[in-house]
């Protein structure tokens, strides 16, 4: 994962540079010309993280999700410290020097690469190491997009809650971080006036040495991406456990398997299936029917699955059999508030709107199935507006009283580690939402043992196996492919 981090941000400020420097130089001599360049520059860094990826994340050639996608949104974060830096390092050389070269009969050539660049290198330094640690720590969010890297521990330990796979990833981070500083920071010193200067050889020893480190990690990021099948899942507990889920079972198949898991929300993983960077990953029927082909809603399960069968096969896409078990969305209160005060329908929460403070994920507060159409149907008006957070998180802020009631998963472990209470949907108004896997089409006709692998899934997962298995990652903290391979030995 250090490997995967280094590459991305090597890559993307050895381009950020070679954009850069030029960029400055015009920007340094053609004052009209250069104020364009640094606002688009300013502009692209303002832009959230998470935002520009989601952005770039449909556009033809940068998009998809992988390394591509994650190495373009660098390079914009890393274009304004260099070009501003390169400029005023230009623009600050003293103006008696330059007359004095031009008397010595220097062309503006010469000038530039034998006194410009010389004199404003530590200021270019200065910007290349700026956006070599703006670098390392926008390239976590990365791991949002498949990217890989050490935000893959830190996405991963949100998810479980866990905080020492977040450190995991967040303290080789913060080491990568320093030693580039300091490095960037020793050469930014020497090459300042006055001291000794580096001789041409270390120069070219330096060099070669970054050149045979960027191209090992380019490598061992080519040789780390296999061409076997490609399973996604989105970004919490269950989503990782059921690609693993595929994953393993394909690999007992002898069918070599890449995971890209621990993606974004719905809708990451559905570009991303839809546009080839992966082959599969579980989706819930209720969630493709609303969410994505933004149907109306149905309540019958095998309407439900037989439209969305038929909408996806016109994308080259298909629906395998459900794995068995249906997680629909279920409000959730603490226990004692439910025993106290004899909550055990969604109805009931009438009693309580005006003064409770629920909190929703980001994608329920959206969805036409999620709490807009929840509102309407059962007629709720809290006091206060939801408060948005990511889903994992959302139990622990249950448990701890800063809100009253959530919207989670009928499947989640932490309901009853936390001693959480489920209201009764009284009212009907969720629609099913089993698990069916998504494969592309193409890769079922190419590749027939996928289909006879995942159909020996097919109903055999229950809503308590599911429940125990997002228990054993969320609370006892058990690894992902651990439970998993138990599962599993428990269906021979």
Same mark, same amino acid.
């Given at each position: 994962m250090t490997g995967r981090h280094l590459f991305l941000?090597?890559?993307?400020?050895?381009?950020?540079?070679a954009i850069g420097l030029p960029a400055g130089i015009v920007a340094a001599h053609r004052p009209r010309i250069g104020r364009p360049?640094?606002?688009?520059?300013?502009?692209?860094?303002?832009?959230?993280? @998470?935002?520009?990826l989601g952005f770039l994340l449909p556009l033809p050639l940068v998009g998809g999700i992988g390394p591509r996608i994650a190495i373009v949104a660098l390079i914009l974060y890393g274009l304004l410290p260099i070009v501003r830096s390169t400029a005023t390092g230009l623009s600050s050389i003293d103006p008696a020097v330059m007359e004095a070269?031009?008397?010595?009969?220097?062309?503006?050539?010469?000038?530039? @690469?034998?006194?410009?660049?010389?004199?404003?290198?530590?200021s270019i330094v200065a910007g290349v190491r700026i956006a070599t640690i703006v670098g390392i720590g926008t390239a976590t969010i990365a791991a949002a997009v498949g990217a890989g890297g050490l935000g893959e521990y830190i996405f991963r330990g949100l998810s479980m809650v866990d905080s020492t796979v977040i450190l995991a990833g967040a303290i080789p981070a913060a080491v990568l971080a320093l030693a580039a500083d300091a490095s960037l920071t020793w050469l930014e010193r020497r090459l300042s006036p006055g001291r000794q200067p580096i001789s041409p050889a270390a120069a070219i020893v330096l060099v070669a040495v970054l050149v045979l480190a960027a191209a090992g990690l380019a490598g061992g990021a080519r040789r780390s991406t296999s061409n076997g099948v490609v399973i996604g899942s989105k970004n919490f507990t269950e989503q990782v456990i059921l690609g693993e889920l595929l994953a393993e079972t394909l690999e007992r198949q002898g069918i070599p398997v890449t995971r890209r898991l621990n993606l974004g929300g719905t809708l990451i993983c559905d570009q991303a299936i839809r546009s080839g960077d992966i082959d599969a990953y579980v989706e819930y029927t209720g969630t493709a029917l609303t969410a994505i082909l933004h149907q109306p809603v149905v309540r019958d399960a095998d309407r439900t699955l037989?439209?969305?069968?038929?909408?996806?096969?016109?994308?080259?896409?298909?629906?395998?059999?459900?794995?068995?078990?249906?997680?629909?969305?279920?409000?959730?209160?603490r226990r004692a508030d439910a025993d106290a005060l004899g909550l055990g329908s969604i109805s009931d929460l009438q009693k309580t709107q005006s003064a409770w403070r629920p909190g929703f994920g980001y994608e329920f507060v959206e969805r036409s199935d999620g709490y807009p159409g929840l509102a309407a149907a059962y007629g709720l008006r809290f006091s206060v507006e939801p408060h948005v957070m990511d889903l994992d998180l959302i139990y622990r802020a249950l448990a701890s009283k800063e809100v009253d009631v959530i919207a989670g998963d009928a499947t989640s472990g932490l309901v009853k580690a936390l001693d959480l209470a489920m209201l009764r949907d009284d009212r009907g108004y969720f629609p099913p939402y089993h698990a069916v896997p998504i494969v592309r089409s193409a890769v079922l006709l190419a590749h027939p043992e996928v289909k006879a692998a995942f159909e020996h899934l097919a109903g055999r997962i229950s809503e308590d196996d599911m429940r125990g298995m997002n228990l054993a990652v969320d609370v006892e903290h058990r690894d992902v492919a651990e439970t998993v391979k138990a599962f599993l030995g428990s269906l021979r």
């Open positions: 941000v090597g890559m993307s400020t050895l381009a950020a540079a360049i640094l606002a688009v520059a300013n502009v692209a860094q303002t832009v959230p993280s @998470l935002a520009l070269g031009v008397a010595m009969g220097m062309t503006p050539r010469q000038l530039l @690469l034998l006194v410009e660049l010389p004199l404003a290198l530590p037989l439209t969305v069968r038929n909408l996806y096969g016109r994308s080259g896409l298909a629906v395998l059999d459900p794995l068995g078990f249906n997680n629909t969305f279920a409000l959730i209160v």
